[in-house]
């Protein structure tokens, strides 16, 4: 429960954690305001508290908004995403 204006402005400045892992190496690792990932039915993007998920990937492009406003995007041939608590994994067959 949020108890003041301070409380509320302190929840919307937490970033989510992104780290995006191949089998050879962590390929990226820092806070990201939104990341879009290529999931089986489409594209779908994860932002701040989204829900607790699970999702398979497709082939196709992962864009990451950093803290600082830039965009990097990450081709995948697919792979599996968890996001929990701010935090997501991306699992990559290659990147």
């Known amino acids: 429960m949020l108890n003041s204006d301070n409380d509320v ?5 937490i970033l989510m954690i ?4 191949t089998p050879d ?3 990226y690792s820092g806070q990201v305001k939104l990341v879009q990932l290529p999931g089986i ?4 993007e994860i932002l701040n ?3 607790p998920i699970i999702s398979t990937l497709e082939k196709g492009k992962i864009k990451v908004e950093e803290e600082s406003g830039q965009v990097l995007y990450f ?8 996001n929990k608590d701010n935090k997501i994994i991306v699992l990559a067959e290659s990147v």
């Open 75 to 82: 081709e995948v041939e697919g792979g599996i995403v968890e």
């Open 49 to 51: 508290n989204h829900a």
């Open 41 to 44: 039915a489409g594209l779908f």
């Open 25 to 27: 190496k962590k390929v």
């Open 18 to 21: 992104l780290e995006i892992i």
């Open 9 to 13: 402005f302190t929840f919307y400045l």
